[in-house]
């Protein structure tokens, strides 16, 4: 038996400011949602790094732009965004066709194995190069341990089923 753990991502920032994860300093909606998106690619590759050895696997995937709801509750200057790039037609696919990569990464055969990778329109792509600095990787999962209350710590136990302690 395989698990498969596919995290969904986008558009990432090419820098990372651990002292002002969360806006604290100052925040701005598109940065904020392109560092959270690089996060969630760090992550992705921490954590195929941590179960390496096991039956488990942790890709990302992007599902590119994609005509969704997204945004369509802001209020102010950052609704500007959404609202302009949902304007052009040709930019953005339906939501079926974003969904294409996902179930692909799920699902196919052909990635049994296939962990710490980056995937849009349904081929493995590679990321900024941030997402491979191993320092910068390790001190936003140590941060976001202490962000989430406790010592979050992924390991195996005897039968290959991942457990939190």
Avoid at 2 to 18: E, F, M
Avoid at 82 to 107: C, H, M, N, Q, W
Wanted: include cysteine; hydrophobic fraction near 40%.
């Amino acid at each position: 038996m395989h698990g498969k753990i596919v995290l969904i991502t986008g558009a990432n920032s090419g820098s990372l400011d651990l002292g002002n994860l969360q806006g604290e300093r100052r925040y701005n909606f598109l940065g904020a949602y392109n560092r959270s998106k690089l996060g969630n690619i760090l992550f992705t590759y921490v954590l195929a790094r941590r179960l390496a050895g096991t039956h488990v696997t942790a890709n990302c995937v992007s599902p590119g732009p994609t005509a969704t709801r997204f945004g369509d509750d802001m209020g102010g200057l950052p609704a500007l965004f959404p609202y302009l790039v949902k304007r052009i037609p040709f930019l953005l696919v339906d939501p079926r066709k974003g969904a294409e990569t996902t179930v692909f990464v799920a699902s196919s055969p052909d990635l049994t194995g296939v962990t710490g990778r980056f995937f849009l329109r349904c081929r493995e792509r590679r990321t900024k190069a941030i997402t491979y600095d191993l320092r910068a990787a390790a001190n936003l999962w140590s941060v976001s341990e202490k962000l989430t209350s406790g010592q979050v710590s992924v390991s195996v136990a005897r039968r290959g089923a991942v457990e939190r302690r």
